[in-house]
């Protein structure tokens, strides 16, 4: 069933590091069409070595991640009428290009690893029967679980994109991982040295744009990086616990 | 043409990073191998992500009653009893373990009133058997394994590789070439054991619920290195996939919508599966529900694009948002249908391969020494039929015991071999090929292609003319691809056309293996219907179709398997008390 309207102007930025330019490409619709299919047909037809990630079309890997109309979306999640007349797609700008509409997002995958899996507490660990958890108290974590690391957050973050101060900070998507470890019902670590040192909680100054882009409406500032923001600032910017600290200090010495 | 390469040595290399991937990788990490992961995308990317239903495993968390027996029973039963009795043994009884230690290792799970993890019913599971959370239980599976793989010690994960050829050496694995997507860099493994997991080839149909991925690599990998594929004529068609918009036909609508209590309605408002499954209705097995929706349409009642209704509006909308939340999200947007509203429109998809490699029940080990495989690259669990569930956790089940398997062949083989070079030079030969073609056929024209013609000679119900003259395609077509190019440009950074043209190497593997195996079972049964043989035939239901490469090419061969031994013949005939839900909502 297919429906002819009149075709899409559809431009995709080409090139690699240095160099690149968008190319316009005449793309025909077809009812329901998002722009992965746009870019595909291009690919196929105009284009056949047109680099896009892509692999399940539905919205539930993350690997289309680019800026449609200056926008970070996912392209399988953003129907054509959607967007009046031209579309125009570029390589998420936060991450080094490799070639088109790719880019390294390796550094994310680095920083996974230097926050520490999720551990339970011994008398857990060991425990001969199967857990027991509440509902309610899972609620609180299956929303962080939802994230299908597209880094479209990653992208957006001005800490990132702007200041590129990938050394820093670990980032939205990063901060929505810990706070999925930390609230987990039976979770034993305690990440906030981390979370206050190398991982640059602070860094974040709550515009909420992160929010904004998540395709799986996870809300990443309000649910997870506020609640870790107080946790830190609980732990080491109370100014009661630090005179008892300093007090406690000062006579144990 | 750059020929160089880097080399790599590793004790375990597991191709592939779904969950029977990451899961064997793993239990090869935790048995003291070093072990190198190969994932065809990013990391976490792979198509178990797309897993929404749940895992099925007898807890008994929400039917007391449930037992291994009786999930073994459903799964062979299924299977109309094509399965290996052995490995739906193994799965049935190890399921429960392998979804409690998952949760020890953070999984999370939706929870019952007493706190253990809920179990939603599913199609032709006689008790709620499916530990989920919503509706995207595969997510939470592969996050929660990959989070415990790159803590584990000796593993490295090499993101963007397309492994092209596997090399073996007096009769055992030594080793694999592949390319590197970013920088077109070829890369020589060097290994005591291969572990494949690369999943299915849904890719050589037009409509599929399968990812980009899903091209039958670790099939035709296998095959190419001489071990046996079985059962390749069995392909499930998931009965509700989405019809409409056209953009998006083929995408899943999880099982779970039924599991819910979602009823499918064909045009007149019939509900329809009264007539072709009255006690288990909408919940019976994927096969029966795929084709009784193919025969609503068929027969003028399916709806405006050719599908049927599938509707769970009578729930109440939190009800429908909190369990199928990915459900709401994807048609809301896609199809623009508010699913608390009203009803999807769904048909048959094309979902899992049942059939792959043929594979030791125990250990996951082919013919070729050294060489494992686990999760649907293999065959024989799920037999004719999969039932919903029953994948995630063969992928955990197996994907453990293939991983240790594997690790141990590894430290009982002391020095990896070495691939003979005249070999990797022919092998590093072909792969470039295309890239010195510029002026060949287009690979995606060639692709388009294959899957148009799957899609029509082995579809839903096939005959003998129609899949004798899908073979004969195939075949031209493979003459056709011994000259693809890339479509024109030749770089080697990041180079789709390059990548299509491989993956269309495997696919047509597959796509020769499915004709000839359809062609060979001469019954109907399971996911393999001819409307030439209607029936089932029960001389064949002992019977595998292995597949093999001779001297002139693909053979085909009828090999009777192991009689189900009495003590699990008597599970199977058992009769297991009824289950009654109590109301929860």
Not at chain 2, 93 to 112: K, N, S
Not at chain 2, 205 to 229: F, H, I, K, P, Q
Not at chain 2, 379 to 389: D, F, K, V
Not at chain 2, 413 to 426: F, L, Y
Request: proline residues 5%.
């Amino acid at each position: 069933m297919t429906v002819s309207i009149s075709p899409l102007k559809l431009s995709v930025f080409r090139g690699e590091a240095d160099r690149g330019e968008m190319v316009a490409y005449s793309v025909p619709v077809r009812e329901g069409m998002v722009v992965l299919d746009a870019v595909l047909w291009a690919q196929a037809n105009l284009a056949p070595d047109l680099a896009v990630r892509w692999n399940c079309k539905a919205a539930k890997c993350g690997s289309c991640a680019a800026e449609v109309n200056g926008f970070p979306r996912l392209l399988c999640k953003s129907p054509v009428d959607d967007y009046a007349g031209e579309i125009s797609v570029r390589p998420m700008a936060a991450f080094p290009l490799i070639r088109d509409l790719v880019t390294d997002v390796s550094w994310n995958y680095e920083v996974n690893k230097r926050i520490p899996e999720f551990t339970p507490p011994e008398a857990d660990q060991h425990d001969p029967e199967p857990w027991r958890m509440q509902q309610v108290d899972v609620d609180r974590v299956i929303e962080f679980r939802k994230c299908i690391e597209c880094f479209l957050c990653q992208d957006v973050c001005h800490v990132l994109r702007n200041h590129g101060r990938t050394d820093a900070y670990f980032g939205p998507r990063f901060m929505v991982r810990m706070a999925s470890l930390e609230m987990h019902p039976k979770d034993g670590l305690d990440r906030r040295p981390l979370l206050k040192g190398d991982a640059g909680v602070g860094f974040c100054n709550i515009t909420k744009c992160c929010q904004e882009v998540c395709p799986e409406h996870i809300h990443i500032t309000d649910n997870a990086i506020i609640p870790l923001k107080e946790r830190t600032a609980d732990a080491y910017f109370d100014p009661i616990r630090a005179l008892t600290r300093r007090l406690g200090r000062r006579s144990a010495g | 043409m750059d020929t160089a390469y880097e080399t790599v040595e590793t004790d375990v290399l597991v191709i592939g990073a779904g969950g029977a991937g990451l899961r064997g990788a793993i239990a090869a990490a935790e048995s003291g191998c070093r072990v190198t992961v190969i994932c065809k995308s990013l990391l976490g990317k792979a198509h178990t992500v797309m897993a929404e239903g749940g895992m099925a495993a007898a807890l008994g968390n929400v039917a007391g009653q449930d037992s291994w027996e009786a999930h073994f029973a459903d799964t062979m039963k299924g299977g109309k009893l094509l399965n290996n009795w052995r490995m739906a043994e193994i799965h049935a009884q190890e399921a429960p373990d392998r979804v409690l230690e998952l949760e020890r290792w953070g999984a999370v799970f939706d929870r019952t009133h007493s706190g253990l993890i809920h179990q939603r019913p599913f199609g032709a599971h006689t008790y709620p058997r499916l530990a989920h959370i919503g509706d995207r239980t595969g997510l939470e599976l592969i996050r929660t394994l990959q989070d415990r793989l790159v803590h584990r010690q000796n593993v490295d994960v090499h993101m963007e590789v397309t492994v092209a050829r596997l090399f073996a050496s007096a009769g055992r694995i030594v080793g694999a070439l592949a390319y590197r997507r970013a920088d077109g860099g070829l890369l020589l493994y060097r290994a005591r054991a291969v572990l494949l997991a690369t999943g299915g080839a849904g890719r050589i149909y037009r409509v599929t619920s399968n990812s980009w991925e899903c091209t039958g690599d670790g099939t035709a990998l296998a095959y190419e290195v001489g071990a046996e594929l079985q059962d390749c004529e069995m392909v499930q068609f998931h009965p509700t996939g989405m019809v409409w918009p056209a953009g998006v036909r083929g995408i899943l609508v999880t099982e779970g919508v039924r599991g819910e209590g979602g009823v499918l309605r064909n045009k007149d408002g019939e509900r329809f599966m009264e007539r072709y499954d009255p006690e288990r209705m909408e919940l019976s097995s994927r096969d029966v529900v795929a084709r009784a929706i193919n025969s609503e349409v068929v027969a003028g009642r399916g709806t405006d694009h050719g599908g049927a209704y599938l509707d769970i509006s009578h729930k109440s909308p939190d009800y429908i948002r909190r369990k199928l939340p990915s459900m709401y999200e994807q048609f809301l947007k896609l199809a623009r249908v508010d699913i608390t509203k009203g009803p999807m429109e769904v048909a048959p998809t094309i979902h899992y391969y049942m059939g792959g490699v043929r594979v030791d029940p125990e250990t996951g080990a082919t013919r070729v020494g050294g060489l494992f495989a686990a999760g649907e690259v293999t065959s024989g669990l799920h037999g004719a039929n999969r039932l919903g569930g029953n994948s995630l956790t063969d992928l955990l089940v197996f994907g453990k015991r293939v991983g240790e398997a594997a690790a141990a062949h590894a430290l009982q083989h002391g020095k990896a071999g070495a691939p003979r070079s005249p070999e990797v030079a022919e092998a590093i030969a072909c792969l470039l090929g295309p890239l010195q073609r510029p002026e060949g056929e287009s690979p995606y024209r060639l692709q388009a292609e294959l899957q148009d013609l799957c899609s029509k000679y082995a579809p839903i119900i096939r005959d003998k003319p129609g899949l004798e003259e899908g073979l004969s395609r195939v075949a031209d077509l493979a003459e056709r691809s011994r000259t693809v190019g890339t479509g024109g440009p030749t770089g080697r950074v990041f180079n789709p056309g390059w990548h299509t043209a491989q993956d269309l190497r495997n696919m047509l593997v597959n796509a020769e293996a499915l004709f000839r195996s359809a062609l060979a079972r001469k019954e109907s049964r399971g996911a393999h219907t001819r409307s030439d043989y209607p029936n089932p035939d029960p001389s064949l239901a002992t019977l595998n179709y292995v597949v093999s490469e001779g001297t002139e090419g693909m053979t085909v061969q009828g090999i009777g398997a192991e009689p189900i031994p009495d003590g699990l013949v008597s599970i199977i005939n058992r009769s297991y008390e009824k289950y009654t839900p109590e109301e929860t909502e």
